[in-house]
């Protein structure tokens, strides 16, 4: 019997020939996910310590930008953890017609707050999509540092949404960009830094926080840290040094990511 060579197909080829073809079938359908995300904005401002007023200010021209699909709080939300400041505050939210994600502040916890934080708003920390983007809500403020179990979740969480535009809110800083309020700082430097690497490692496009009473950005090993305190209570700084009451707008377009910030007074 006379074998034909070219009739004898080795299965091996068969695959190695597949994977090319595969993997351009997933780059096209990345490429297809990644194109046919709406593009969308949201608003981002903190410190507002009960202050209803400047808040009004913020939510009408937020209102008024068709383009901003939610907004985040950084935290502070209210002075002094009161009831009656919580329901003042959830009544405002509720009647603005905007959906609220909420950042947990040290002035929100103290004197049991934290409990009508719980009751109001839910979770302390959590992560939530919207169309291509991951946004992750952390609570550096109850404890005044980030804890174990909260590493624990955003390892896990950024490890199961590789490759999304990734977003991550808290309350007291990580570090100072202006270097004058080194007292505000997220406690536990050995933790802190720890999520800073995490950050880095899964590439996480903005992280921002309140606390500073102002408004600062800088980036940090390709990550971009944004500090906006400016939503009502007293300022930290000189205008000219980011002192103004202000909220930020961030555009996602895409892996396109542009931010303004949104001076409240000229
Ligand atoms: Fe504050």
Do not use: C
């Not at 091996?12 to 020939?17: D, E, M």
Request: glycine share 8%.
């Amino acid at each position: 019997m006379i074998w034909d060579k070219k009739k004898i197909q080795n299965p091996k080829s068969k695959i190695q020939t597949l994977y090319p073809s595969l993997t351009l079938g997933i780059i096209i359908l990345f490429l297809f996910l990644s194109v046919s995300a709406n593009a969308f904005s949201f608003a981002v401002f903190g410190d507002n310590h009960g202050d209803l007023r400047t808040l009004s200010i913020i939510f009408s021209k937020i209102r008024s930008d068709k383009d901003v699909a939610f907004a985040v709080n950084l935290g502070d939300i209210v002075n002094n953890g009161s009831a009656d400041e919580y329901r003042r505050y959830s009544d405002f939210i509720s009647k603005s017609g905007i959906k609220v994600y909420n950042v947990m502040g040290n002035h929100d916890a103290v004197l049991g707050g934290y409990k009508l934080f719980a009751k109001y708003f839910g979770k302390d920390y959590y992560s939530f999509d919207h169309e291509n983007a991951h946004f992750v809500i952390l609570n550096n403020s109850f404890r005044s540092f980030f804890d174990e179990a909260q590493k624990d979740f955003l390892i896990k969480d950024l490890e199961a949404n590789k490759g999304k535009p990734t977003f991550v809110f808290f309350h007291k800083p990580t570090f100072d960009p202006s270097d004058v309020y080194t007292a505000y700082l997220a406690s536990d430097r050995k933790m802190t830094e720890k999520m800073m690497e995490i950050f880095e490692k899964y590439r996480v496009r903005y992280v921002m926080a309140g606390h500073i009473h102002a408004y600062l950005k800088t980036q940090r090993n390709g990550i971009v840290y944004i500090v906006s305190g400016g939503a009502g209570g007293p300022l930290h700084l000189p205008a000219s040094l980011g002192g103004f009451y202000h909220f930020v707008k961030i555009t996602v377009d895409g892996d396109r990511i542009k931010d303004e910030v949104v001076r409240l007074y000229e």
